[in-house]
T-cell receptor, first 111, second 113 residues
Framework: DQQVKQNSPSLSVQEGRISILNCDYTNSMFDYFLWYKKYPAEGPTFLISISSIKDKNEDGRFTVFLNKSAKHLSLHIVPSQPGDSAVYFCAAYSGTYKYIFGTGTRLKVLA | SQTIHQWPATLVQPVGSPLSLECTVEGTSNPNLYWYRQAAGRGLQLLFYSVGIGQISSEVPQNLSASRPQDRQFILSSKKLLLSDSGFYLC????????????FGPGTRLTVL
């Protein structure tokens, strides 16, 4: 049972344009969500998070949107840069010490 | 500031050999500790987590085990490796507040031949 889903395994975006990565979840009890960026052969790096009491959180080029009614969150990267090319994971805190991760979306930013 | 270390960075082991991967965290006390595995082309699979010394919760039944001999030390072990144990192993830590972010170590690439 995949509680956190990233349905797009890959995404290609032109440099300077917006990248939108999507994530859906099934458990309405999740109350904290995170996005991570991962390069090959490295550990994931924390990017940005959002509490369920908010619908938007912004940090520089990264903005996370949360739509609780749709159980959907998205990460917007504007403008996209070649260095943003990586695998992006969304995660939800389950409330019992555990973080549930999606399967990741590979973003490729084309120069 | 907090840092998390994992070693070794890469490991090639024959089938049936033992395994010991170590993870240590600096700059924090009483962290929650986690072991994940990322198989090729897959997401992050939670293997074990620990909320205190000597306390281990197992998420996936398998031939791996974990131990937490000290507050900031987390060890992943196996008595006999299988081919299917190959993957990228990640250690992570979080604070004890539920809204704390989880931070990852650099990972260990394990290849079982």
């Amino acid at each position: 049972d995949q509680q956190v889903k990233q349905n797009s395994p890959s995404l290609s975006v032109q440099e300077g344009r917006i990248s939108i990565l999507n994530c859906d979840y099934t458990n309405s009890m999740f109350d904290y969500f995170l996005w991570y960026k991962k390069y090959p052969a490295e550990g994931p790096t924390f990017l940005i998070s959002i509490s369920s009491i908010k619908d938007k959180n912004e940090d520089g080029r990264f903005t996370v949107f949360l739509n609780k009614s749709a159980k959907h969150l998205s990460l917007h990267i504007v403008p996209s840069q070649p260095g943003d090319s990586a695998v992006y994971f969304c995660a939800a805190y389950s409330g019992t010490y555990k973080y549930i991760f999606g399967t990741g979306t590979r973003l490729k930013v084309l120069a | 500031s907090q840092t998390i270390h994992q070693w070794p960075a890469t490991l090639v082991q024959p089938v049936g050999s033992p395994l010991s991967l170590e993870c240590t965290v600096e700059g924090t006390s009483n962290p929650n500790l986690y072991w994940y595995r990322q198989a090729a082309g897959r997401g992050l699979q939670l293997l074990f987590y620990s909320v205190g010394i000597g306390q281990i919760s197992s998420e996936v039944p398998q031939n791996l085990s974990a131990s937490r001999p000290q507050d900031r030390q987390f060890i992943l072990s196996s008595k006999k490796l299988l081919l299917s144990d190959s993957g990228f192993y990640l250690c992570a830590w979080s604070g004890w507040e539920k809204t704390d972010t989880q931070y990852f170590g650099p990972g260990t690439r394990l290849t079982v031949l």
